[in-house]
């Protein structure tokens, strides 16, 4: 059994170094847009839909190119979850470009890639967020030369199994997929996937190309989420305009469709 080590509640992270495109760092209309993510995810899989005896959630978060808001997705879908009340873990899967440890100043000594070539256990890559007492991080450890080997690999199969034991929800922020093959390989360990889609940036036939890969795996694809829209007559204003504002005057910029 995987016991995790128990997270702090006030944040860890000094004021100045607190980002407002996570946790609490983010202006109302953000919060907003993922607490609606959320709820769009729970009705999109229920716990009903998942094979008798299962009751945590393998969620991946994926997109067709890189930089397209994955990784933000999947931290604060996992802490509006870890909000909620459920037990979360974000998994760095993208283990070619992580980010999350580095936004989070978490140690990255050891993690995902360390665990699947069998140097270290389960509970020495999990780490509390620092940003909610339910949400925790396992890093993506040191990058390996054979990432995508290593998520398609029996110990990965075996890690999320085991891992499933001890929380409500895991999710895998993944590399894009039309880039590597790593999302597609994880997809087959996921009960479904939410796709990012970064208005003006990701085009119509890179997505076109995302979905038809995936529909060949055979993926469940839960729903979408647009990031930096541009939509306008967002009925919130922004509480933040900055470098890192989400949502200025007018434009919603988080806006999960899921
Ligand atoms: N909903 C959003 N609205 C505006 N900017 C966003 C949004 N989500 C992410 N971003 C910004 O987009 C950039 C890429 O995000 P990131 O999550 O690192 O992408 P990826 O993991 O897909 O490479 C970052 O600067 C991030 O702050
Ligand atoms: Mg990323």
Redesign the pocket.
């Known amino acids: 059994m995987i016991t995790f080590k128990k997270g702090k509640k006030d944040r860890l992270l000094r004021p100045d170094e607190e980002k407002k ?1 996570f946790g609490a760092g983010l202006n109302f209309a ?1 919060s907003e ?1 993922y607490r609606l993510l959320r709820t769009n995810l729970l009705f999109a899989l229920p716990i009903s839909s998942l094979h008798s005896g299962e009751t945590c959630r393998v969620v991946g978060v994926t ?1 067709s190119m ?10 604060n879908l996992g802490y509006v979850l870890a909000e909620s009340g459920k037990k979360v873990l974000v998994v760095e899967a ?1 283990m070619r ?1 992580p ?1 999350i440890s580095g936004w989070l100043k978490l140690e990255r000594r050891v993690g995902l890639s360390s665990l699947l070539a069998g140097l270290c256990t389960e509970g020495e890559t999990i780490q509390p967020s620092g940003i909610q007492e339910r949400l925790w991080i396992m890093n993506a450890g040191p990058i390996p030369p054979n990432p995508t080997e290593l998520l398609g690999s029996e110990r990965m199969k075996t890690t999320l199994r085991n891992l499933a034991g001890a929380c409500d929800f895991i999710i895998l ?1 993944l590399p ?1 997929v039309n880039e590597v093959s790593d999302a597609l390989v994880a997809s087959r360990l996921i009960h479904g996937m939410i796709m ?1 889609v ?1 208005q003006g940036y990701a085009t119509r036939s890179s997505v076109g190309e995302a979905m038809r890969e995936m529909e060949n795996v055979g993926v469940k694809v839960l729903g979408f ?1 647009m ?3 541009e939509r306008q007559g967002t009925k919130y204003k922004s509480y933040y305009k900055g470098k ?1 504002a ?1 949502a200025k005057e007018g434009k919603d ?3 999960p469709a899921v």
């Open positions: 495109t953000a847009a997109s890189s930089g397209e808001g994955k990784s933000t997705t999947a931290l993208d470009l980010t922020d894009p990012v970064r989420v990031t930096h829209s890192y989400y910029k988080a806006e």
